[in-house]
T-cell receptor, first 113, second 115 residues
Framework: SQTIHQWPATLVQPVGSPLSLECTVE??????LYWYRQAAGRGLQLLFY??????ISSEVPQNLSASRPQDRQFILSSKKLLLSDSGFYLC????????????FGSGTQLSVL | GENVEQHPSTLSVQEGDSAVIKCTYS??????FPWYKQELGKGPQLIID?????GEKKDQRIAVTLNKTAKHFSLHITETQPEDSAVYFC??????????????FGAGTTVTVRA
């Protein structure tokens, strides 16, 4: 069966520090991968998605970037965090042949202070 | 692009009563409609989905209905229990072909089941 791992679960970082969140998927090949952000009490905002290694699409302009160095690894990064980067970050995957069904990771609660 | 509206934003029900969440979508080409449940501090989990060639789908205490003409779909939870308390998200997707789709999410409904 397929599983998705996301870490760390919580992270407290000072303003201006770098960020690296990692997500890996097991049990499937060539998945589509996604990063979502969720502000407190708010909905799901798609940040990035990837249909293959090295292929990244950005949905909104921001202080973040994403990379996909391996088929089942997706990384969210920032060189200098802003207060507004605080939120709950979710990695997700879907089958590349696509029926639209998304499977989410457990999330990372990021607090930028 | 697709716009999904979800109502109500909060819903409080007595244990054992039913809960109904409604969503509307804008793009008539949308053909896949999943519902997700998110418990506090966790990622959303798919609980039920429906495709446009089906009007209703049921899985134990939860059911989803779809009205393509009116472009709305609803989640029904019967005999609510405290563990049903969570945030629920609806979504709509346009499936244009293999690997060509995108989910648009509603803003979420916070459901509280009172014991």
């Amino acid at each position: 069966s397929q599983t998705i791992h996301q870490w760390p679960a919580t992270l407290v970082q000072p303003v201006g520090s770098p960020l690296s969140l990692e997500c890996t998927v097991e049990g499937t090949s060539n998945p589509n991968l996604y990063w979502y952000r969720q502000a407190a009490g708010r909905g799901l905002q798609l940040l990035f998605y990837s249909v293959g290694i090295g292929q990244i699409s950005s949905e909104v302009p921001q202080n973040l970037s994403a990379s996909r160095p391996q088929d089942r690894q997706f990384i969210l990064s920032s060189k200098k965090l802003l207060l507004s980067d605080s939120g709950f970050y979710l990695c997700a995957w879907s089958v590349w042949t696509g029926d639209g069904k998304l499977f989410f990771g457990s999330g990372t609660q990021l607090s930028v202070l | 692009g697709e716009n999904v509206e979800q109502h109500p934003s909060t819903l409080s029900v007595q244990e054992g009563d039913s809960a109904v969440i409604k969503c509307t979508y804008s793009d008539s080409a949308s053909n896949y409609f999943p519902w997700y449940k998110q418990e506090l501090g966790k990622g959303p989990q798919l609980i039920i989905d429906i495709r446009s060639n089906v009007g209703e789908k049921k899985d134990q205490r939860i059911a989803v209905t779809l009205n393509k003409t009116a472009k709305h779909f609803s989640l029904h939870i019967t005999e609510t229990q405290p563990e049903d308390s969570a945030v629920y998200f609806c979504a709509a997707s346009i499936l244009r072909g293999a690997n060509d789709y995108k989910l648009s999410f509603g803003a979420g409904t916070t459901v509280t089941v009172r014991a």
